[in-house]
């Protein structure tokens, strides 16, 4: 539902809202029903049963929307759900060229389960113009792109990309994860669809499973949720109900956030016992003027390696207090994780290797506590 008239903090406490009708309630009701009565067969008020709509389900749906800066959304149980979903628009035989470094989820999911389904797969650095160029096949259908990217924080170029594939009519998703929509809108640069793990930041608070798909398009929108539909992926209503509390506050969180992590992107980038950083808020990142260009901030998530191998990864990760050694991200919550042990574990060790995703490597979530403390939680675990 796109609003081009107000601002994006307006947007995330007003948009797909509104108090009410019978009580005046200015909070969204939880509409913990399964169907609807109808007063004729197939007269209803725009709603039958549960799985199809649900008008807690459709408030936060129209609010994503609004941020996204598009005009339809769907809300998922998961992420990967919602990139089941969209995956699942191809045909067996179609070929989708994904982020060699993506989430080790979406990997699973497209290496593990749909490329046995006909789906062909291949994993390709999209920081490089060239090898996308080059992996494009005649029967290419859609492009998925992570930006930054999942561990390592590489910048994709989204107009490069939204135009080489446009000009082919092949579909370009843009998992937004990361950024979230107030730090990143990929429609501004050409995506066709855009997907969020709507568990990490636009949740924030590490209490919900779930994710969602934006569109502009009604006729993508209508094969999405035809396909959601069918296959029962969508977002359970409470759990609509919390994200939707939840992105009232995303753009004062989203800041925080942001604030916290360039901090400790200088202060690790200092240690005497850190080898690299990576952050796109730092001018030493390879990508820092394109992440300039299509982001306007950086989020919270940065990367670095430590000195002296997993031994000195895992004593650090052991002795952390305040950050927690646990998956995910985006919560209010500073986290600490160990990827090729958590969250990449999927990904095979050769590939790892490859695309830089060492024992030494370390992915910090950034929270919203106080800085000082963070920054003397880091410095005794060291």
Request: glycine share 8%; with cysteine; net charge positive.
């Amino acid at each position: 539902m796109k609003d081009k008239k107000l601002e994006f903090e307006t947007l995330a406490v007003h948009a797909g809202q509104c108090p009410d009708p019978s009580t005046g309630a200015i909070m969204t009701p939880v509409y913990l029903t399964s169907t609807y009565v109808q007063e004729s067969p197939g007269k209803h008020k725009g709603y039958e049963y549960s799985r199809t709509h649900n008008p807690t389900r459709k408030a936060l749906e129209d609010n994503l929307a609004a941020l996204e800066g598009v005009n339809y959304g769907l809300t998922f149980a998961s992420g990967c759900a919602a990139a089941t979903t969209i995956a699942l628009l191809l045909r067996s035989g179609d070929h989708l060229i994904c982020s060699d470094d993506v989430y080790g989820g979406t990997f699973r999911l497209f290496d593990k389960v749909l490329g046995r389904n006909g789906i062909e797969f291949s994993f390709v650095d999209l920081t490089s113009e060239y090898a996308l160029k080059k992996a494009i096949k005649k029967n290419t259908k859609m492009i998925w792109v992570e930006t930054p990217t999942n561990p390592l924080l590489k910048i994709i170029d989204l107009e490069m990309v939204s135009k080489m594939c446009g000009s082919k009519k092949i579909l370009v998703c843009v998992d937004n994860t990361f950024m979230s929509p107030y730090f990143q809108q990929p429609f501004k640069w050409g995506a066709d669809i855009i997907c969020h793990s709507t568990t990490k930041y636009l949740n924030g608070h590490s209490d919900m499973v779930g994710g969602a798909v934006l569109v502009d398009d009604q006729e993508l929108y209508e094969k999405i949720h035809f396909l959601q539909n069918s296959m029962g992926t969508q977002q359970s209503t409470f759990d609509a109900f919390l994200v939707l509390r939840s992105t009232k506050t995303l753009a004062l969180r989203m800041k925080a956030h942001q604030e916290n992590a360039m901090v400790i992107a200088k202060f690790l980038e200092g240690h005497k016992k850190v080898e690299r950083v990576l952050y796109p808020g730092l001018k030493s990142h390879p990508q820092h003027k394109l992440a300039l260009k299509q982001m306007t901030g950086f989020s919270g998530i940065v990367t670095f390696f430590i000195k002296g191998g997993l031994p000195s990864a895992r004593k650090f990760l052991e002795k952390v207090k305040i950050f927690s050694l646990a998956e995910s991200l985006g919560g209010v919550e500073s986290l600490v994780e160990h990827p090729a042990i958590m969250t990449h574990a999927s990904v095979p060790a050769d590939k790892r290797k490859a695309l830089g995703i060492d024992d030494n490597l370390i992915r910090i979530s950034v929270g919203i506590e106080n800085i000082n403390d963070l920054l003397a939680d880091l410095a005794q675990a060291f």
